[in-house]
């Protein structure tokens, strides 16, 4: 799509710059900070039996973690190491030994009794498991037994009532592509991955509004560019290395903005553990922060583009990049009239953010000459997230920030599947390379030689909920086939997640460890099977980052847990014995003949074939999608998209509330205190002023409720945004509705309001009218 190849890593300036210091006091003593160094000795601890094994995973695999990309320990931003604590906290995953059998075959009651984290640490899957209804324990299958009995209720069922699920961490493009190629070939459209949960918004909004579905710029651009946003992202804890290129930004002069509810303390000021002056003394790392309400964002972002039509009205070209919107932009004047008719009032009561702030952001934007937005589940995980998103493109196309150096549109992915999970086509909107459009489909028919089913496959939650039909209902779904995920302990509404797993007839849990939703029952059976890691699959896989670079991971030598197999061979088994008759059309002899298979159906991807040596790597798309304005929309040109503000309706005394994450990657939970700021993952994060009106002290038990669910934490204050509080997820899932989701990107709502007391005045109105009371106020949710 770009002509402009990236010119790969660049250096960090060799001598320090004090004016970004947090301090003179050396490490940061006395502040609540990640002590790396620390972390970093716990994990050579944990992986002493297989050190060579670690060392080998990180300095020639593509890590596993998020979707920063990294092969090895270098990238292609900076030169110098790149290696952060997910990465080690999440190495264990792939080096630690099989569960005894002492362990697996105990009472299935045992094993729930221990929380994920404790699941986790027992060690990997050994071999093909099963539990029938009524049984206490799992019994040990062959995989030919386990295969047969999942193939056979397969041929059973129409393809309507089964489901398929891929997770993010450390899945390779290998293995979704082969997972959706097979659930087709098998028959159902079902087929879903994580990004339903983080990032579908992103790719939904993109697409309409730019004709992307991805990151538009790279991480380089961050370096130089003159204002480098960050909408609901906190990037400093969810992909640690990129505060190396917020540092080597900062270097260049780049001012750095924060959009968050809770002045997150990781994007204030980090201790870079790769640069000695950053390691020692800290980086400042934002300029400014601006603590919107959460749901606030579009009425925010409306309040800038309201300021530039004012600044237009002063002086022609002031604020608005015309060269660029008159060649490369549909919609200006619908927008603008849109944005006109709101009142500052009102989109200062939605965003939380006075007008004169509104306006100061807008002028700084006006006056850049290049300008990065990078955004994250802050904007994603709403019941309007894809309107989100689109205002995000709307900034960076009035100010022509698109398809050039230092500038573009970025939702930084978390883990490292995200991004070539939908690309690769395990999606129900997406065939590898494009969506379910009719020419996607004739040209995938083409390529795999059978034709498509042609019904709507439904996403994730609504897979879920069509566990709970009826049984004669056609889309009623009695088996589904999870690679990882843990919708436990991800999706919102635990109680009623856990009655549709419960619900299904066979329940197929294809993972490297149990976790809770492993152990739940179904009706007729639970099949567990084990997988191979990205690192133990034969001839390697690949996976895609945020900035679009495939980057391949070779098999790496070690121990092996023997009956473990490569993700996509499984499915490839397994398509073949539901479809005996078309078991040519799944005939990959190696994972080579998978990525040669990849290249013709997903065209962005050519040059995947060619992948085959540590550290190999391609960028599909060049350096910028869009590259000099020009869209792969119809008509070559971005489209400016009008929203309405999102009703957000809380009664006086309610808080908005949203999730945060802590030490953890995705749910799997590395520590109870959160390193940044020293909350417990039971805390719950409010405004001074707030928790003092209610009378509650720091540190007191509360009691945080809605019509949803109910959560039992402690305060803790902080810098929040007033009238506002956060939980950790997943622990505050219980809080969130269930069934809502954004309507064009199936995204589930991940936020809410609330009502918030003390625990002892909670308890104390053990009337059950008056908790009805109050919970009648709660007319709606918010995001
Ligand atoms: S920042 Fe992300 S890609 Fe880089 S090492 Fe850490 S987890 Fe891996």
């Given amino acids: ?41 716990k994990v050579v601890w944990e992986n002493r039996d297989n050190l060579s094994y670690a060392a080998r995973i990180l300095t020639q695999g593509v890590c596993d973690g998020c979707a920063l990309g990294v092969s090895g320990l270098h990238d292609q931003t900076l030169a110098g190491p790149h290696l952060c604590t997910t990465r080690l906290n999440v190495l264990r995953l792939n080096t630690m030994p099989a569960i005894k059998d002492e362990v697996i075959f105990q009472d299935i009651h045992e094993l729930r009794k221990l929380s994920s984290t404790e699941l986790r640490k027992l060690g990997r899957i050994p071999y093909p498991l099963m539990r029938r209804k009524g049984e206490d324990r799992f019994k040990r ?136 002056d950053s390691a020692l003394f800290g980086t400042k790392l934002a300029d400014d922060f601006y603590q919107v309400n959460i749901g606030g964002d579009i009425a925010f972002m409306h309040g800038i583009m309201k300021h530039w039509f004012e600044m237009e009205n002063e002086k022609r070209g002031s604020a608005i990049n015309y060269d660029f919107v008159e060649k490369h932009v549909n919609g200006f004047d619908k927008l603008k009239q849109h944005v006109e008719q709101y009142d500052w009032e009102a989109l200062e009561k939605s965003s939380g953010i006075s007008k004169e702030r509104m306006k100061e952001l807008a002028k700084m934007l006006a006056a850049a000459n290049s300008g990065v937005f990078v955004w994250s589940m802050g904007l994603t995980q709403h019941r309007f997230g894809t309107d989100n998103i689109s205002q995000v493109a709307n900034l ?31 999606d129900p909107f997406s065939l590898p390379g494009g969506g379910f459009d009719k020419e996607t489909v004739e040209r995938i028919e083409n390529v795999w030689g059978f034709e498509l089913p042609k019904w709507q496959g439904d996403m994730v939650g609504v897979s879920l909920e069509n566990a709970l039909l009826p049984d004669d209902h056609e889309r009623k779904l009695k088996l589904y086939y999870m690679s990882g995920g843990n919708f436990l302990e991800t999706m919102p509404n635990p109680d009623f997640v856990k009655q549709c797993l419960e619900n299904l007839e066979l329940r197929v849990h294809q993972d490297i460890i149990f ?24 001839g390697g896989g690949t996976s895609t980052s945020t900035e679009r670079m495939v980057y391949f991971s070779p098999e790496i030598k070690g121990p092996r847990i023997e009956e473990a197999r490569a993700e996509w061979q499984i499915f490839v088994d397994l398509a073949k014995r539901v479809k005996p008759e078309r078991k040519h059309l799944m005939n990959f002899q190696d994972a080579f003949a998978v990525r040669a298979e990849i290249a013709k159906a997903a065209p ?83 405004f001074r002023e707030d928790a003092e009106k209610l009378g509650i002290q720091d540190g007191e038990a509360v009691v945080v409720y809605n019509r949803h669910g109910l959560f ?33 990107a199936g995204i589930p709502e991940y936020n809410t309001t609330v009502i918030v007391e003390k625990a002892e005045t909670f308890y104390a109105q053990k009337d059950v009218k008056y908790k009805e009371k109050r919970i009648e106020e709660l007319e709606m949710e918010v995001g």
């Fill in 604 to 686: 962005d991807y050519d040059g995947i074939q060619h992948l085959k040596h540590k550290g190999d790597v391609f960028q599909w798309g060049g350096a910028w999608l869009c590259e000099d304005g020009i869209c792969p929309t119809e008509d070559g040109k971005g489209n400016l998209i009008t929203v309405e503000l999102p009703e957000l309706r809380k009664a006086e005394g309610q808080f908005y509330a949203t999730s945060r994450r802590g030490k953890q990657f995705n749910s799997m939970i590395y520590s109870e205190r959160d390193p940044f700021n020293g909350a417990d993952r039971y805390d719950v994060l409010m």
């Fill in 712 to 744: 039992q934490g402690r305060a803790k204050v902080e810098n929040v945004k007033q009238g506002n509080i956060a939980v950790y997820w997943p622990e505050g899932n219980s809080l969130f509705p269930k069934g809502v989701y954004e309507q064009y």
């Fill in 515 to 538: 976790n809770t939703s492993t152990l739940l029952d179904a009706k007729e059976a639970v099949i567990v099977l084990p997988a191979m890691t990205r690192y133990e699959q034969p």
């Fill in 1 to 41: 799509m770009g002509k402009t190849k990236h010119t790969g890593p660049m250096k960090l300036p060799k001598l320090p710059d004090p004016k970004l210091w947090v301090s003179p006091i050396p490490f940061g003593l006395g502040k609540v900070k990640p002590h790396h160094l620390r972390d970093t000795v």
């Fill in 141 to 276: 299958l062959t995989w030919d037994e386990a295969l047969t009995i999942i193939a056979d209720k397969m041929k059973e069922l129409d393809p309507k009532q089964m489901a398929f699920y891929l997770t993010s961490r450390g899945i390779t493009n290998e293995s979704y592509y082969v997972a959706a190629k097979a659930a087709r070939l098998i028959g159902t459209n079902n087929i879903d991955n994580a990004s339903r949960i983080c990032h579908s918004p992103s790719k939904t909004a993109l697409k309409r509004s730019l004709g992307i579905g991805a990151s538009s710029c790279t991480y380089k651009d961050w370096i130089g560019t003159d204002v480098l946003v960050f909408w609901g992202s906190v990037a400093a804890n969810n992909q640690p290395v990129s505060t190396k290129y917020m540092y080597a930004a900062k270097r260049k002069g780049t001012k750095i903005i924060v959009i968050n509810p809770y002045h997150e303390p990781a994007m204030d000021e980090y201790w870079v553990p790769s640069i000695p």
């Fill in 396 to 426: 960076a196309l009035l100010r022509g920030f698109i398809g050039r150096e230092h500038c573009g549109v970025m939702p930084i992915r978390g883990h490292s599947g995200v991004q070539g999970s939908g690309e690769m086509g395990a």
